[in-house]
């Protein structure tokens, strides 16, 4: 029997209060990975500069992503990429510190935001205005933005953590619990940069 295939799930049009040129969309990765720190970053938009093919960074080839990383820096009218320490997860748990490193992407934007637009359920605590968008990155351009932007600086940073580790895989994986990066951290150990307030590093220091 053929399989059936998924039927996109259809979100309704966003309702945004704002009608400004200076809109922030703004995501985060790295929040599933046991080594690294968790990257931000706020874009925003130019509307006399319209980039195509922008959409959830998840689903586009590594070669899309780079070249649409070009094009946003490029042409948004602001941009800021940023990160909160594997040291800072382990301090203040992965989910403050995701909101503590979108908020450092939206303070780094020149010129500032005025409204901001939200990867997930949650806005990040910050003084500006703004809405949580679920999904955001395949509904808004300028979130999808951000998400591209975070997924490209992240992605360099466990190729980077590759060539100097390279038994661990990073540049297979990105850090992210799979057997082959479980299996070397069982047979090499954690390094500074794992998060030792994540379950399987945690249990792999208590061994020693």
């Not at 966003?14 to 968790?38: F, K, M, N, T």
């Not at 990257?39 to 959409?55: K, N, Q």
């Not at 997860?89 to 992965?94: F, P, S």
Request: glycine share 8%; hydrophobic share 45%; charged share 25%.
């Amino acid at each position: 029997m053929a399989r059936r295939a998924k039927t996109p799930i259809e979100y309704p049009p966003l309702e945004i209060p704002y009608a400004g040129d200076h809109l922030a969309g703004v995501d985060e990765v790295g929040r599933g990975p046991l080594v690294g720190s968790v990257v931000a970053a706020a874009v925003i938009l130019d509307p006399a500069r319209p980039i195509e093919g922008l959409g959830d960074s998840k689903t586009l080839s590594a070669k899309k992503r780079e070249a649409l990383d070009v094009l946003i820096r490029e042409r948004a009218l602001a941009f800021c990429v940023t990160e909160a320490s594997p040291a800072e997860v382990d301090a203040l748990n992965i989910y403050h510190a995701t909101h503590l490193a979108m908020r450092r992407a939206v303070d780094g934007l020149a010129p500032q935001a005025e409204y901001l637009l939200v990867d997930g359920n949650r806005l990040p605590g910050h003084r500006l205005p703004g809405q949580a968008v679920v999904k955001g990155d395949a509904r808004h351009p300028a979130i999808a933005a951000a998400s591209i932007l975070a997924k490209v600086a992240r992605d360099a940073q466990m190729v980077a953590l590759d060539a100097r580790y390279p038994h661990y895989g990073f540049a297979r994986h990105k850090g992210y619990p799979t057997r082959e990066h479980l299996a070397a951290l069982a047979a090499h150990g954690a390094l500074d940069e794992h998060r030792r307030s994540f379950g399987p590093v945690k249990r792999q220091l208590a061994l020693f």
